[in-house]
């Protein structure tokens, strides 16, 4: 599945004892924020960022469950009650696909494409369109600065905003803030409003931890729920019908993560570039999937 990602013809290569690739971020500082994003964006997935990408878009999805009306929305469609493993790996393929090939590219296209038309079966308010998509403009970008190897730049900041911004607007969202201070400010209204608990947010949350916990040894599965409550906001765990982990099991989660980030400064812990059929995919083994059959049975179209 690389076929149709013009992004992935200008690669960076580093010595066999380098953690990072210097190249990268030379290049990353000297495009353009605004223009050449969709490059920017690439490099922050592929070679910067691999493993705390994954983990802070993970968190950004869980957060919107504190929405009434994003969960009740999932709750119904009870796919992941139903095939809650397939969900998460239908929505991690669609959004790596542009990710990683930008959305000029071929399968990056594609992918927005798809994730209209699942889109297109429910009525969807743009507010809530509109703090989803805030949640992957904020979560990666604090992700970094609190666990990551390193934080992202004022430079690549911009870059990632306005890059999310554009998918907004290929997604048919409108009245995008025009600044990050003004998305904060219009999702501090927004969660003031939606930020209730109701029996499906905690369905959905639920739901989504027991796919995470069949990740692990039988042992491990129990330590889910508490690890995952302890990278989120405070906020949310009401919301979900959840209580905040003890203190000093949050402290050592965050203590381990912030331990690998110091780790990952000095040591390749992860291989680069990170692409989409590198990645582990247990519900379509050696990436067996297209595009266009990604999402809920009803959705599925023809190549």
Known sequence: MTTGCPLHSLPHRRRFWQAHAPSVQEEIASLDAVRDCQRIVHLLYAHEFPFDLLRSTELALFHTYGSRTVSGLLDRTAE????????????????????????????????????????????????????????????????????????????????????????????????????????????????????????????????????????????????????????????????IGHTAPPRWYAALVRGALRLRGRLHRRAPLERAPKLLVNHVNRTYPGNTYTVESLGPPYAKRPD
Not at 93 to 108: A, N, V
Not at 203 to 219: I, K
Request: hydrophobic fraction near 45%; charged fraction near 25%.
């Open 80 to 239: 992941f009650a139903n095939r809650g493993q397939k969900r998460y790996d239908d929505t991690r393929l669609l959004i790596g696909q542009f990710m990683e090939c930008g959305w000029d590219g071929e399968l990056g296209e594609r992918s927005i494409a798809q994730m209209n038309h699942i889109h297109s079966f429910f009525s969807i308010r743009n507010e809530d369109y509109l703090f989803v998509l805030w949640t992957f403009i904020e979560f990666p970008v604090k992700w970094m600065a609190d666990f990551a190897w390193r934080a992202f730049t004022p430079h690549e900041e911009a870059a990632w905003f306005h890059y999310w911004c554009e998918i907004g607007r290929r997604m048919g969202m409108t009245d995008i803030p025009a600044d990050k201070a003004a998305f904060d400010a219009f999702v501090a209204e927004y969660e003031a409003r939606e930020f209730i608990y109701d029996p499906a947010n905690q369905r959905v949350a639920d739901s989504t931890m027991r796919v995470m916990a069949a990740w692990l040894p039988w042992p491990l599965r129990g330590l889910v729920t508490w690890s995952v409550l302890s990278l989120v906001p405070e906020r949310l765990h009401p919301a």
